[in-house]
RNA sequence: GCUGCCAUCGUCUAAUUGGUUUAGGACGUCGCCCUUUCACGGCGGAGAUUACGGGUUCGAGUCCCGUUGGCAGUACCA
């Protein structure tokens, strides 16, 4: 085909097409930001809602462009109409804002580079393949269904490479007359991309993760406008991450095996190539295999039900942080102090193979970021939690707000914090004997021991020993005297010498102390919890055990 | 089939880029200690002949080749 009949093709094609490629490169012009900035994007097809791989390549996004004072933008890849749920974008939205990571630029908040919803790019999209087929780089194939099935058909006989390349490109070289002819026979039809790619040739490229990636030069005709004008995600990728002036490509690694397309396609179209970063993907085990999360069958696949269990968002994004670099769980662990975000983050820590998900690991980093904040901040977390998630328990947390920030204050203090609790339903079952009205006859029976304990015995320390107004010190010196007043060892040691001298010892005393105001066998501190209680309410519990076990 | 990536305790990984490594840490697990219980903490154990085979080298977890295994892509899905 002559210049002339490119020109006259392109014109037959796309008509409406008013604007050159000049037009768009001058509309969105280089960003102007500091040397090192990175530009990063997350690229969602609304499709459902986001699931743990795409929540720890958001978070990558988001923490590389701002630890370099960077942008990160979210765009909505929605190219595949058939696929797009009903209120695709705003779950998207909201699965990322209850995760905090928010982006510069968005169909939300805007910028200068939009639109950022690739439905509404169509016209720029097809600007640049007009482009192309004025060049000669792209052309319209129109192959039906069925005959590509039977090429490769062919192909898997043959044993040979699948796709339409070389022989197998029947429309590459048509006439313009040809065509024409099967345009006005309404014939449809999609545009490839005319590989001047020969796969005996050898492309290489740096992915920041995986480093120096060689694959033989890409020669595959692949379609770059669907039937309906729509791009495929090839082109919109390329095209959308020139013209945003994505700096650094961070996306799963099921695309390295299309970087050779890619990195085609912004040759030909005469862009910069990007920074490739392509992360592994997060799996599991499944039947002695291993596959990535899968949102329909693991429920942890899913970022909402994380937010249902009670384990913080904080909690997952430390998670998702010690598997983004190697180096970082070291380090959060060895400054208690700082977050996430003064930790810097580098391609070089990331991980080059696929990650287990480890819900124990989760629920250890959880536990840790648990033990670190205060009683009032537990108690805060956890009544929103609640708010969210159980209502009834909500309100007693507000009626005994009180109580109830003294009681997760327990042990709080000191270089080392309790570590009792990692999910915010935790608490609930934890400090189940912190809130009067839910203090009822079944929490004795959930004690997990089987004794009876001397009520009296008790009664006669309560009534007549105990002081809540000393020292911890100088209260387990008055439980020690009034044990060994009534029989029992001073300690579990010396009971241990000669038990048949004894009844018990001090521990056997404060076991049933515990036990009938905390209905519990373990629990913080004693002689704290009952400080918080003071001497009532200690000793209409003990009443209400009595009740039960006399 | 073709193309590419990966391979160190059950899991996540470290090993100063080939040089005291009886391969280190964390999670999990087990035991002991601390202790009024639990948790925390401390100490210790079990758990990896660095997938296997060859080569290069004075020296290999680290470099090369082969084998095996896993994963991914091979769409008018992203």
């Known amino acids: 085909m002559s210049n002339d009949e490119r020109i006259e093709l392109a014109e037959l094609l796309f008509p409406n097409i008013k604007h050159d490629r000049n037009y768009y490169e001058n509309m969105y012009p280089e960003r102007k930001l500091k040397e090192g900035a990175m530009v990063t994007r997350f690229g969602p097809s609304p499709t459902g809602f986001v699931h743990m791989g795409s929540l720890f390549g958001s978070f990558c996004d988001s923490v590389f462009a701002k630890q370099s004072n960077g942008i990160f933008y979210l765009r909505i890849e929605d190219t595949d109409q058939k696929r797009s749920i009903e209120n695709g974008i705003d779950g998207i939205f909201s699965d990322l804002d209850a995760f905090d990571i928010v982006p510069d630029e968005s169909s939300i908040v805007g910028g200068e580079y939009g639109p950022y919803i690739q439905s509404e790019r169509t016209e720029i999209y097809q600007t640049y393949v007009k482009d192309l087929i004025i060049r000669g780089y792209a052309y319209p194939c129109f192959m039906t269904e069925e005959e590509i099935a039977a090429i490769r058909e062919e192909q898997e006989i043959n044993k040979t490479k699948l796709g339409i390349y070389g022989v197998y490109a029947v429309d590459r070289d048509l006439s313009l007359g040809e065509i024409k002819e099967k345009l006005n026979n309404s014939e449809e039809y999609v545009i490839r991309l005319k590989s001047p790619g020969n796969s005996k040739n050898e492309v290489e490229f740096i992915d920041l993760v995986k480093g120096k990636i060689k694959f033989p030069e890409n020669d595959m005709d692949l379609v770059l406008l669907k039937k309906d004008g729509t791009p495929t995600y090839h082109l919109a990728h390329v095209i959308d991450d020139h013209l945003m002036h994505t700096t650094h490509v961070i996306r799963g690694d099921e695309w390295v095996s299309s970087i050779p397309l890619h990195i085609q396609l912004f040759d030909i179209l005469g862009f910069d190539r990007p920074q490739y970063v392509h992360t592994a993907p997060i799996t599991k085990k499944d039947d002695g295999g291993i596959r990535k999360l899968s949102k329909r069958k693991d429920p942890e696949a899913k970022v909402s039900y994380y937010d249902e269990v009670g384990i913080p968002i904080d909690a997952v994004k430390l998670y998702l942080a010690t598997i983004l670099n190697s180096n970082f769980e070291e380090w959060y662990l060895n400054n208690s102090e700082k977050s996430i975000d003064d930790f810097t983050f580098s391609f070089d820590k990331m991980a080059v193979g696929g990650t287990l998900f480890d819900l124990d690991k989760l629920n250890n980093i959880s536990k840790t970021y648990f033990s670190r904040k205060s009683g009032e901040d537990v108690y805060n977390e956890t009544l929103a939690w609640a708010n969210k998630h159980d209502l009834e328990y909500a309100k007693l947390l507000e009626e005994n707000k009180d109580d109830m ?37 079944e929490n004795y029976a959930k004690n997990e021991s089987n004794k009876v304990y001397d009520i009296n015995l008790v009664l006669d320390y309560i009534n007549n020993y105990l002081d809540l107004n000393v020292t911890n010190e100088e209260w387990f010196n008055k439980v020690r005297e009034f044990a060994v007043e009534n029989g029992y060892a001073a300690t579990p040691k010396e009971y241990k010498k000669n038990p048949d001298d004894y009844k018990g010892h001090v521990g056997d005393i404060c076991e049933a102390i515990r036990v ?8 913080p501190d004693l002689f704290s919890i009952m400080r918080v209680l003071g001497k009532s309410r200690i000793l209409d519990r003990i009443d209400l055990y009595s009740k039960i076990y006399k």
Not at 426 to 434: I, M, Q, R, T
Not at 516 to 523: A, D, E, P, V
């Open 405 to 441: 920030i003294k009681f997760l204050s327990i042990e709080k203090d000191g270089p080392r914090p309790r570590k009792d609790i990692a999910k915010y339903s935790d608490v609930k079952e934890e400090f189940s004997y912190a809130i009067d009205s839910m203090f009822i006859e």
């Open 516 to 523: 009938m105001i905390t209905g519990r066998m373990k629990s």
